[in-house]
């Protein structure tokens, strides 16, 4: 079992920046691939970004690409997502999920609000 919990969430204006942080507890951190998705209302959940476990490479969703990086920390348990130059329409809620591979997600957090005013 893994335990994610997300952080790091709140108000900011356009073109502003955010850090998310996901702190993960249970199983082995480093061997679990980290995604981060985002819900926002009357939407469906979509795809922000992921990082592997194996070789560190990174995946972006095409509406965060060049704006987003997302980063992990194996030695806290931790992954990462910046989030610069932000838009009203990055406004959701940020879920950290994990799994043992990009795609195959197991484990989700509870979520951390994200407004971005116009």
């Known amino acids: 079992q893994v335990q994610l919990v997300e952080s790091g969430g709140g108000l900011v204006q356009a073109g502003g920046s955010l850090r998310l942080s996901c702190a993960a507890s249970?199983?082995?951190?480093?061997?679990?691939?980290m995604g981060w998705f985002r819900r926002a209302p009357g939407r469906v959940r979509e795809f922000v970004a992921a990082?592997?476990?194996?070789?560190?490479?990174?995946h972006y969703g095409d509406s965060v690409k060049g704006r987003f990086t997302t980063s992990r920390d194996n030695a806290k348990d931790t992954v990462y997502l910046q989030m610069n130059s932000l838009k009203p329409e990055d406004t959701a809620i940020y879920y950290c999920?994990?799994?043992?591979?990009?795609?195959?997600?197991?484990?989700w957090g509870q979520g951390t609000q994200v407004t971005v005013s116009s």
């Open positions: 999920a994990a799994g043992y591979e990009v795609g195959s997600w197991k484990y």
């Open positions: 249970g199983r082995t951190f480093s061997s679990y691939a």
């Open positions: 990082v592997s476990w194996s070789d560190g490479s990174t």
